[in-house]
DNA sequence: CGATGGTTTGACTTACCTCAAGAACAGTGG
DNA sequence: CCACTGTTCTTGAGGTAAGTCAAACCATCG
């Protein structure tokens, strides 16, 4: 399979200091690591790399090297069937990761693009399960992350087979609510990085369904929305239509993203 | 969330051998483990659990302790959203293993029954991690197993996000026929251990859409089905309605089942 | 500025669901 | 071995949520 090498990042920023906010590398700390640990840790994860929208970070059928931690932006990931249609199989904020499907079959399956200017950790996989033996929590921490991804895209898988249009449109806009909550943001006003069009793949829809679910929403007051721009005004009505799908009686969210902590 | 102390099956069968075709296993045996490291990794698997038909391994919420390798029978996965509807995340066969998405919470997010008299390995996971880390090899095989959980999971969000009801069957009969295959036994003649309605559920269909679908598919002369006997009569006509769904050429197996090699 | 690609809107179609009623099947106990 | 009973499976009729098609609208950007 070949790729347009041109397209293609190549550049490593090589200098700057690690980062320190990557989730593999926060997610450690607070469990207690020595200063050896920590420097060699830190060392992984120096190279970044700035993408621009739209730019490709790896491609279907690339060569497994590296996971990459988003430091910053968005970016989407997405499986291209035979016939060139495109599957978004995940969105990835700051602090989440990407490319941890790659590792059984040595190739990454699915591509990844941002969806806005981002810059990203890559972190070299043998390096880092290398590490991985060295430091239990970092193991542990790994298999975790891992753990839940395939928990969450089995609460997709379920949003997928059994929800109505609507349930999945209010399922995943209080799932990005929580997300941007997490990171300190607003939890009812926020901007979503990617198209209609994404979200309505993403949630097997077609685009045009999504405009119409929006203004439907919008027509109920329950939120505002003017482009990308999201402003949640009644919370609770959507909590109320994603609530079918929640697996625990309350607290816990829906259907959280590929995000780093757990 | 309480359980049924009841129903669980507590007894665990003491004695008899190490279950030598266990995934993780079979899977380290080839990339080469000293004497100490397959009595280890032997000790570990001692344990095995009898299921009868209806028999459940773990409920949903059950702490987490040990993840399992299926040596005969079927299980299925399921989660089960608060208004008690299931929703079936995965059949899992001899070789395959069960319970890697609890590793994040905890605690099983989903719940797994038998589908008919099997016995299953139940593998300590505290007692694996610890292994893993002495055995690089059986790291890589926990990260790739893992991995490979999540790719699959993606080509099934591709299938119901995207493909029509016939061509989710199409994919789900060539995947159970190649796990099959896998095993030694026929790749067109078999018997499919779950119900109708556990497949539609599954597949994110009414359980009379699939029963309409068997009908026409039997009609075309593609298969032959007798109950849970079905005899793939044109695999090559499945294949082109699967064939949408192939993320490679070739080969590959489309929407290959939780199963532990790779 | 015009070109391009994303978004919205409406009219129409359809694949699949729902409901309901039989038929086949699998246990179970006599 | 055969009724009996509760499931699961099948089949049909009819409804509807969401898809498709097509056109207008709107941002963004060279």
Request: proline share 5%.
């Amino acid at each position: 399979m070949a790729h347009w090498q041109g397209e293609r990042i190549v550049q490593l920023a090589g200098s700057k200091g690690a980062c320190s906010d990557c989730s593999l590398f926060s997610l450690c700390l607070p469990k207690g690591l020595d200063d050896e640990h920590v420097r060699r840790l830190d060392e992984i994860l120096q190279r970044q790399r700035p993408l621009r929208r739209g730019d490709v970070l790896f491609r279907e059928g690339d060569g497994f090297r590296a996971v990459y931690a988003v430091r910053a932006g968005a970016l989407k990931t997405y499986t291209i069937s035979r016939d060139g249609e495109e599957q978004v199989t995940g969105f990835h904020m700051p602090g989440e990761m990407i490319g941890l499907d790659a590792v059984s079959l040595g190739e990454h399956p699915c591509e990844a693009r941002a969806l806005e200017t981002s810059t990203i950790c890559e972190i070299p996989f043998p390096e880092l399960e290398e590490l991985a033996r060295a430091i239990p929590d970092l193991q542990r921490q790994l298999l975790r992350l891992m753990s839940k991804e395939i928990f969450q895209d089995h609460e997709m898988l379920h949003a997928l087979a059994r929800r109505n249009a609507e349930e999945r449109l209010a399922i995943l806009l209080l799932n990005f609510s929580e997300r941007f909550a997490r990171r300190g943001l607003s939890a009812t006003r926020f901007r979503l990085p990617m198209s209609r069009s994404d979200l309505s793949n993403y949630l097997g829809l077609a685009p045009e369904t999504m405009s119409r679910l929006f203004r439907r929403f919008q027509e109920q007051g329950w939120l505002h929305s003017r482009g990308k721009e999201i402003t949640l005004k009644e919370p609770a009505s959507l909590e109320r239509l994603a609530g079918h799908c929640q697996e625990r009686p309350c607290g816990r969210p829906t259907l959280s993203g590929p995000s780093s902590a757990d």
